[in-house]
């Protein structure tokens, strides 16, 4: 059973950086996409940065510039480097695994940022 445990969320000043991981467990194949998405209060989840298998990477347009998305080699950990946050970034952070047709999520991790 694919499980998917998020870390690194906390309280930060505008301008300040963040560095979220996930962690994989119970991953069957090499094959896959990870992403990180967020969730803010009355809006829906969307998504921030995300890794292709191939190693290529996306990100939405709010966060370019600003975050970094990497992964390990064995494709099993997931990382956020999010610098120069602003309050609109505070949300959930969710991680998510697409292998073998199936989405797998984290529980998610807070990240508030003051302004």
């Known amino acids: 059973q694919v499980q998917l445990v998020e870390s690194g969320g906390g309280l930060v000043q505008a301008g300040g950086s963040l560095r979220l991981s996930c962690t994989a467990s119970?991953?069957?194949?090499?094959?896959?996409?990870m992403s990180w998405y967020r969730q803010a209060p009355g809006k829906q989840r969307e998504m921030v940065a995300v890794?292709?298998?191939?190693?290529?990477?996306d990100y939405a347009d709010s966060v370019k510039g600003r975050f970094t998305v990497s992964r390990n080699n064995a494709k099993t950990s997931l990382f956020l480097q999010m610098n120069n946050l602003k309050p609109e970034d505070t949300a959930v952070y969710y991680c998510?695994?697409?292998?073998?047709?199936?989405?797998?999520w984290g529980q998610g991790t807070q990240v508030t940022v003051s302004s």
């Open positions: 890794v292709y298998n191939g190693g290529d990477t």
């Open positions: 998510k695994l697409f292998e073998h047709g199936a989405n797998y």
């Open positions: 119970g991953t069957s194949s090499l094959i896959n996409v």
